[in-house]
């Protein structure tokens, strides 16, 4: 039988954990952020689905639509990385009617690849959140 007292070290052991995730993900979330702003994401992309404040449509897809759109796929972080590197065809885009942009535009003068990769897989990582 456990006893009360290792039952609360173990409570305030998990409660600890917690807080440090919480923690982690506050600076993962902080880390990711300042890396979209300082390469023009937040130009275009917003977090939150939803309209302007003017009433108009964004430009871009919100991430947290993005993340729900491709939850299922198993290759989303690569195609979406590649997206972001190389642009995508205004001609098969599938958020027609939902934003105002027509293409996303390359963006291989404004990211890395592998910090373009990092902030897709954290992109992803919103509908979870």
Do not use: F
């Amino acid at each position: 039988m456990i006893s009360l007292r290792s039952a609360l070290t173990a409570g305030l052991l998990m409660l600890g954990a917690g807080s440090q995730l919480a923690m982690a993900d506050a600076a993962k979330d902080t880390e990711m952020l300042k890396l979209a702003s300082t390469s023009g994401c937040l130009t275009c992309h917003h977090i939150e689905p939803g309209k302007l404040p003017d009433g108009r449509a964004p430009v871009g897809p919100a991430w947290r639509d993005v993340a729900a759109k491709y939850k299922d796929n198993k290759d989303a972080q690569n195609q979406l990385t590649q997206i972001v590197m190389q642009g995508s065809n205004p001609y098969s885009s599938h958020w027609k009617g939902k934003v105002t942009g027509l293409a996303m535009p390359p963006n291989a003068v404004a990211i890395t690849e592998a910090d373009a990769s990092k902030l897709v897989g954290w992109i992803l990582s919103l509908n979870t959140k």
